[in-house]
């Protein structure tokens, strides 16, 4: 089972930022979403989440149209974290992740374990007690991050999990830029879709199944990153000229501007 987008556009305010664009995300596997800015990258998200209603075509989770599904339901099998998240009370980071709990009905104890364990993997243990409104943008990250993994940290009995991140890593050092990829490759090997848009090509290539290039509230090119990452491609896209090689260690595509 799988979330798809059929055939939808998206115009708004006299633009046209999605242009009947299809896309099945698969269980199981890491689909990285790249693009320059204004692409519609975002706004493809916003539609596959439920944010936005597409202008035409439907978005269907686990063979279903997302708007069939209740909201604890869709909470339950679907974890989105967005590029910004506003947060300004003085909640510490064990109550905001807890947040991700919502949906669950696992208890009280449980939920304080799973906290606790989304917390340590993405390294701020450490964070546990302090308020939210005095961490750093990457501490902040990080728990944010912590709290969509803790939605869906147990399988659903509805269907497959998807999780859905918006420039995870835009305010990590390369130590947790690191980390977030090993913890996203971890959740594709237990089944777990992941959906995410990148703006660094090299990130993308190292973790992704399946690349999607966007451009202009199209789809340009996608396949896996070594079939999608050629130089006439990027020029084109991203209006640079490259170089693409292959990383000595991980095989993948390397792009060198």
């Given at each position: ?10 115009h ?9 664009v ?8 890491v ?9 519609g990258?975002?706004s ?21 149209p997302?708007?069939?599904?209740e ?5 339950q ?17 064990d109550?905001v992740?807890?947040l ?44 944010q ?5 803790a939605?869906?940290?147990q ?50 290539a190292?973790?992704?199944d ?7 509230g ?34 993948r ?5």
């Open positions: 089972m799988t979330m798809l987008a059929d055939n939808i556009s998206l708004l305010s006299g633009f046209d930022l999605l242009r009947n299809s896309i099945e995300i698969e269980a199981g596997k689909t990285a979403i790249v693009g320059p800015n204004g692409a990258k975002s493809l998200l916003k539609v596959l989440t439920g944010e936005m209603e597409p202008t035409n075509g439907a978005v269907f989770l686990n063979q279903q997302l708007h069939h599904w909201l604890e339901q869709k909470a099998m679907l974890a989105v974290l967005p590029q910004h998240t506003l947060l300004n009370f003085p909640f510490t980071a109550e992740v807890g991700g709990r919502i949906p669950h009905q696992t208890g009280s104890a449980k939920d304080a374990q799973i906290v606790s364990e989304a917390l340590e993997l993405v390294d701020a243990s450490y964070l546990q007690k302090r308020f939210y409104t005095q961490m750093s943008g990457g501490e902040k990250q990080r728990v991050l912590a709290r969509v993994l939605q869906i940290w399988p659903s009995a509805l269907g497959e999990q998807f999780l859905v991140l918006d420039e995870p890593t835009s305010a990590f050092d390369l130590s947790h830029q690191k980390l977030t990829l090993d913890i996203v490759r971890n959740l594709a090997s237990r089944g777990i879709a992941v959906v995410m848009v990148l703006h660094d090509l090299n990130l993308a190292r973790c992704a399946n690349l999607v290039v966007f451009n202009g199209v789809i340009e090119a996608s396949g896996s990153p070594e079939d999608v990452l050629t130089e006439p491609l990027i020029e084109k896209v991203f209006g640079v000229k490259v170089t693409v090689a292959q990383h000595p260690v991980t095989n595509p390397l792009v060198i501007s």
